[in-house]
């Protein structure tokens, strides 16, 4: 059974950044494109970035656009975001999730807790 796994979470201060990690277990996914999204309390999961399996083109909401850098593991082919100057508007659950070259299922993690406060 497939698993992603969401690390780098934590409690941080307004101002400081964070890195996410997300890994994988039962397969790889390099022909997947993957994404990063979060979820704040009492709001919908929005969508943060994305990145090209192919290319490794990058892609931001433009939330985090200039503050955010989605890139990929090159031996796992897994993703990582780093988030820098974090406001406690950025409180969320931080989710990884895969996209198929080829019809097939996609996968979400399940979540690692980002706490911005001073």
């Known amino acids: 059974q497939v698993h992603l796994v969401e690390s780098g979470g934590g409690l941080v201060q307004p101002g400081a950044s964070l890195r996410l990690s997300c890994a994988a277990s039962?397969?790889?996914?390099?022909?997947?494109?993957m994404a990063w999204y979060r979820q704040a309390p009492g709001k919908e999961r929005e969508y943060v970035a994305a990145?090209?399996?192919?290319?490794?083109?990058?892609f931001y909401a433009d939330s985090v656009e200039g503050r955010s850098t989605i890139s990929r593991d090159d031996a796992k082919n897994m993703p990582y975001l780093q988030v820098n100057n974090l406001k406690p508007k950025n409180t969320a659950i931080y989710y990884c999730?895969?996209?198929?070259?080829?019809?097939?299922?996609?996968?979400w993690g399940q979540g690692t807790q980002d706490t911005v406060s001073s």
């Open positions: 999730k895969t996209y198929p070259a080829e019809p097939g299922p996609q996968y």
């Open positions: 039962a397969r790889t996914f390099s022909s997947d494109d």
């Open positions: 990145i090209r399996s192919v290319g490794g083109d990058a």
